[in-house]
């Protein structure tokens, strides 16, 4: 038996993928849904760089930016040219 939101939505169970990892080249596995999470502030630059790479290379179905007060200026252009080059118009919600 499935376990049902509030509103009877029922949750999708994502697996948790939070490196750049050689096995996601592979088109079989790069085609699994998959979530990438990046914490700015907490997050060494070189793992940041890593995770970002991810996501531009692997294309998740979700990922997940955190920003923080204690991002750099250059962690959060990092985050911007990223999602600018992903998202290079506005969606219609937002014209």
Same mark, same amino acid.
């Given at each position: 038996?499935?376990?049902?939101?509030?509103?009877?939505?029922?949750?999708?169970?994502?697996?948790?993928v939070?490196d750049?990892?050689?096995?996601?080249?592979? $088109? &079989?596995?790069?085609?699994?849904?998959?979530?990438? !999470?990046?914490?700015?502030?907490? %997050?060494?630059? +070189?793992?940041?760089?890593? $995770? &970002?790479?991810?996501?531009?290379?692997?294309?998740? !179905?979700?990922?997940?930016?955190? %920003?923080?007060? +204690?991002?750099?200026?250059?962690?959060r252009?990092?985050?911007?040219?990223?999602?600018?080059?992903?998202?290079?118009?506005?969606?219609?919600? +937002?014209?």
């Amino acid at each position: 038996m499935e376990t049902k939101g509030r509103q009877g939505n029922i949750p999708k169970v994502l697996q948790v993928v939070r490196d750049y990892r050689l096995g996601y080249l592979i $088109r &079989l596995f790069r085609d699994l849904d998959c979530h990438i !999470f990046v914490a700015l502030s907490r %997050d060494s630059d +070189e793992s940041i760089d890593s $995770r &970002l790479k991810a996501i531009r290379k692997l294309k998740p !179905f979700m990922f997940c930016i955190n %920003d923080g007060v +204690e991002a750099t200026y250059v962690q959060r252009n990092k985050m911007v040219r990223l999602l600018e080059d992903i998202y290079p118009k506005p969606a219609a919600v +937002e014209l």
